[in-house]
């Protein structure tokens, strides 16, 4: 009876093993898989970028959506114009912040102001392009891209006005060169957005 026993456990902890073995050789394989789609993804990326005027920017500000764009060149462009927009409002909210702050000239409070105007517009812009990027449809899909395409071109158009408001002032104060830089950081990441869809082709 003991020896049934022992050959009983003998058996199941043989059986128990080799359970344990593959699953741990299924979870490598997954592993690995996931290694591999994920690597495949970043390279979709970066290859994209490489034909952006600012490609680590590019690159850096997208690669966090790799699992969402995969290597759809549609979802890429609208990853892009997402993330323009979310960094043009956060520029736009410290636009607006900064022109209360005290201690600015009669000449920085109007510039700052025109570019609270200049921001708005953009904003908007970007809002178009990509309420008309995602309804792509029908036979005239070359059509509705150049539209993506104006509402992109005057977005940028808006933040270089912007942009040039600063550089005319020759600014020096912190507040002004915050405000400077990040409006920059926009009109960079809106150029790749641009760059990208100028790429798409039905």
């Known amino acids: 009876m003991a020896a049934k026993i022992v050959s009983s456990l003998s058996s199941f902890n043989g059986v ?3 359970l344990a073995l593959l699953l741990c050789i299924s979870t490598n394989v997954q592993i690995s898989m996931a290694d591999s789609t994920s690597k495949t993804y970043k390279n979709y990326l970066q290859k994209a970028c490489n034909s952006t005027t600012y490609p680590q920017l590019c690159f850096n500000s997208l690669s966090s959506y790799t699992s969402t764009i995969k290597t759809n060149d549609l979802k890429l462009c609208n990853t892009a114009l997402t993330v323009t927009l979310k960094a043009a409002s956060n520029t736009s909210s410290l636009v607006k912040a900064s022109s209360k702050k005290k201690g600015l000239s009669k000449s920085e409070v109007g510039v700052i102001k025109d570019c609270v105007d200049e921001m708005g517009d953009s904003i ?3 809002k178009q392009s990509l309420k008309a990027l995602g309804s792509l449809k029908g036979s005239d899909i070359e059509f509705q891209i150049a539209t993506v395409q104006t509402w992109v071109s ?3 158009t808006d933040e270089d ?3 040039e408001g600063f550089d005319e002032m020759k ?3 912190e507040v002004m060169i915050k405000i400077r830089k990040s409006i920059v950081n926009v009109g960079r990441l809106t150029s790749n957005a641009l760059a990208l869809i100028n790429k798409l082709s039905y």
Do not use: S
């Open 171 to 173: 600014i020096t104060g």
């Open 124 to 126: 908007d812009e970007l």
């Open 161 to 163: 006005t912007c942009t």
């Open 16 to 18: 128990a093993f080799l």
């Open 154 to 156: 005057a977005a940028i």
